[in-house]
């Protein structure tokens, strides 16, 4: 037989599927099907997902391939469908609406809509995988059966369908209108919600705070998350007794981590005010001691309660702000920092083109273009990160970036080397 690109693609995929069907027998998991009973994440196993990744890979160049450029552009352009049904699954909250089986006429009367629109919807949802039809009675699939039972699952991909998608269709609209702008009022999102009120304030006015903050707690536990890895990869018990700052640290999942597993460490979650309120009800009662919360607005001075701690740890905070604002929020912090301070960022660092694996690279340049359309902010290569504390302060000494094994997530650190302030 002929050697080609593709028939080489087609023995990698063929031998990792065979290597991951045995790891899976290895995990006593399921050969993965859609049915509901299947299992919802891999579990931890590093060998595991080093087989998913490369399958994935494979699959994914395949697939470019045998589609031809015309085939893959049109794909391309036609992902927005796919997000009309699952928008509409969340809004009319379809796949709440039933637990084992219904009709569609069933259906149409628990949510509302028109039967013959819902037929439409959830038929073009089917091609996903998403609910199965079988002699006019719907029942659920693996991942309707998801957002059937899992309100983090229902939260994180609402906040997808209804903030990120629209502010990403009117991207470009906002780059015409505000070339250059480091403002997080001058983007997609203010045009796609009509509001000249930057994002995370816009939240903040209504309960979509609150499905923020759920969304964020979705994808942040287990293996390969950023907190198994910040918990993994960092010298917490290197520090003994001491404090953590987690600023814009949500409902404090790093802070309950961290705590759980160090009881010298004391960690103080930082946010605003009305993400603060809710956290203290998400903390274990033999933690609520030390972990707490206080509220703050991180372009002011750190509250008193925050100063001199040992370490600030920022998790996925800059990448929603631009160099201006970035800037702005490491200067702030200085007033509360003694000298030898730790500043931690867990954060996506841009890679060099064609250095990662293409589907993560995929992943971290859709999400740099994804911050840039509702918050004008932006990822950062290592360069970038460097460069960012020097123009904060001279007195920060950027300590480097390391890349923790099987995190998307970077560490990003740098010490306090000022004197005085404290
Ligand atoms: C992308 S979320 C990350 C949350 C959390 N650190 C994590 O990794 O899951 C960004 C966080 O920054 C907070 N935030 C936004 N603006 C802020 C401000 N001005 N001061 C303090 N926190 C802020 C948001 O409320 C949100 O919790």
């Known amino acids: 037989m002929p050697s080609s690109r593709i028939m080489d693609l087609a023995s990698v995929v063929m031998a990792s599927t065979t290597k991951f069907e045995e790891l899976l027998t290895t995990h006593k998991l399921p050969s993965p099907s859609f049915d509901p009973s299947t299992f919802a994440k891999l579990p931890p196993s590093d060998e595991l997902q080093e087989t ?4 994935l890979e494979a699959i994914s160049e395949l697939q470019a391939l045998v589609l031809g450029p015309i085939g893959m552009l049109r794909n391309n352009a036609l992902m927005y469908i796919d997000l009309i049904s699952l928008q509409a699954i969340c809004h009319f909250e379809i796949a709440q609406s039933f637990s084992e089986e219904a ?4 259906i149409s009367d628990k949510c509302g809509l028109d039967e013959i629109t819902l037929r439409r919807i959830m038929r073009q949802s089917m091609t996903n995988y998403i609910f199965k039809e079988h002699n006019n009675m719907i029942t659920h699939t693996a991942a309707s059966k998801l957002l059937h039972e899992n309100p983090m699952m229902r939260a994180w991909v609402a906040m997808i369908c209804e903030e990120s998608w629209p502010a990403a269709s009117r991207a470009v609209d906002a780059l015409a209108r505000w070339p250059r702008s480091q403002e997080p009022e001058h983007t997609g999102f203010a045009l796609a919600k009509n509001t000249s009120i930057p994002f995370f304030v816009e939240l903040g006015k209504s309960t979509r705070a609150k499905r923020f903050a759920d969304a964020m707690s979705m994808f942040e536990s287990g293996h390969g998350s950023a907190i198994s890895a910040l918990l993994k990869h960092y010298p917490w018990g290197a520090i003994g007794k001491g404090t953590i700052v987690d600023v814009g640290g949500s409902h404090g999942s790093r802070g309950i981590a961290i705590a759980e597993k160090y009881p010298s460490l004391h960690c103080i979650v930082l946010d605003l005010p009305e993400v603060v309120a809710d956290g203290p009800s998400k903390i274990p009662s033999d933690l609520k001691s030390r972990v707490t919360f206080a509220a703050h607005d991180f ?18 905070v800059f990448h929603n702000w631009s160099d201006k604002y970035s800037i702005k929020i490491l200067r702030n912090l200085v007033p509360a920092l003694k000298y030898g301070a730790r500043i931690l960022i867990s954060d996506i660092c841009l890679p060099e083109p064609h250095t990662l694996p293409y589907n993560l690279e995929r992943k971290m340049r859709a999400s740099d273009l994804g911050m840039m359309a509702m918050l004008n902010a932006r990822e950062r290569g290592r360069h970038d990160w460097a460069e960012m504390f020097r123009e904060a302060d001279e007195r920060f000494r950027f300590l480097g970036v390391q890349d923790p094994p099987g995190s998307q997530m ?12 404290l």
């Not at 970077?410 to 302030?421: D, L």
Request: proline content about 5%; glycine content about 6%.
């Open 52 to 55: 998913q990744t490369a399958l």
């Open 103 to 106: 009709s569609y006429t069933q």
């Open 299 to 316: 372009f002011t001075e750190p509250p008193e309660v925050a100063k001199a701690a040992d370490v600030y740890l920022f998790c996925r």
């Open 410 to 421: 970077a560490f990003i650190e740098a010490a306090w080397e000022g004197h005085g302030v």
